[in-house]
């Protein structure tokens, strides 16, 4: 179970986004460019160095966020002292070193795009800074962290890099989502004083803003000529549309978690062994969870 602990709390789920984005992208730069579609042993560095690096990102903001977790009940491993702080600044050091000294051995230009991942982790969620308690901010750096630099660590990435249209439907689809994640969360961040978007605007206007920009992913989309993200983007408006005007929790929650369900569903039909494992993911992150915590972990709402 120990080994279980450490596995779950490099919190894999929180990867599906990092995965899918990256093997959409993939899917779509080299159908644009006109190159067979293959997942190459390049590919598989690259998810690799992606996968290390975001795991630090993800323990760092733990670290960061025992006492707010503990009031939103939202993670148990820090909070519930199930493993300890310095055995957690030591996996982030290990995991966030391997990352990089791996992206390095690939490519300098792809040790590069691992360094910049892990140094906006620690900017997310480091005291003083801590760019996620800074709403546009906060904003800006999950835009590029997920919808920019993921795509870009691509062998490809010189492609991605001077076609901005490729990669900016993801930036502004990671934008509207993040916005509407702040949501749920507004009771908790605001009593540990955090400045989100929801915290500082309110469900209502944030609702407003994250329909705004999904309709620029609609539009960012089309101009890129890429299908799957106007469907994804159109889908996430008529969701928040009907969140605005019949709102609830459960409703809200599956919002959040529904765009990038389908954008996977996408990516499987790409890469069909990608479904395969996230099958098995899920089914092992609910089985852990349920054992662990007695809850139901992962849900759509």
């Avoid at 459960?250 to 990608?274: D, S």
């Amino acid at each position: 179970m120990r080994i279980l602990d450490y596995i779950f709390f490099g919190r894999p789920m929180l990867l599906i986004p990092v995965w899918t984005v990256y093997l959409h992208a993939t899917a779509h730069i080299y159908h644009h460019n006109r190159i067979s579609l293959e997942f190459s042993t390049g590919e598989a560095i690259n998810i690799g160095v992606l996968t290390l690096v975001f795991i630090g990102t993800y323990v760092v903001n733990q670290i960061f966020d025992i006492e707010s977790d503990r009031i939103n009940r939202k993670l148990f491993f820090l909070p519930d002292k199930i493993i300890s702080l310095n055995a957690a600044w030591v996996y982030y050091a290990i995991v966030s070193a391997s990352g990089i000294v791996l992206a390095v051995l690939s490519t300098i230009q792809t040790g590069l795009t691992a360094s910049i991942i892990v140094t906006l982790g620690l900017l997310y969620s480091i005291p003083g800074i801590r760019l996620k308690d800074r709403p546009v901010a906060g904003l800006i750096a999950n835009a590029i962290a997920y919808g920019f630099l993921v795509p870009a660590i691509h062998g490809l990435s010189s492609i991605a890099l001077e076609a901005w249209s490729a990669v900016l439907p993801y930036m502004l689809a990671i934008a509207t989502g993040y916005i509407l994640t702040t949501i749920p969360d507004q009771e908790g961040d605001h009593a540990t004083e955090k400045r989100t978007v929801a915290v500082l605007l309110g469900p209502k206007k944030t609702l407003q803003l994250a329909l705004l920009v999904a309709i620029l992913t609609i539009a960012a989309a089309l101009f890129a000529h890429n299908l799957d993200m106007i469907i994804v983007s159109g889908v996430t408006a008529i969701l928040i549309i009907i969140q605005m005007y019949r709102g609830n929790t459960r409703q809200l929650l599956f919002i959040c978690k529904f765009p990038i369900l389908l954008l996977t569903v996408a990516a499987g039909l790409y890469f069909p062994f990608y479904l395969l494992f996230l099958l098995l993911t899920t089914i092992g992150t609910r089985a852990y969870y349920k054992k662990r915590f007695g809850i139901v972990y992962p849900k759509l709402s």
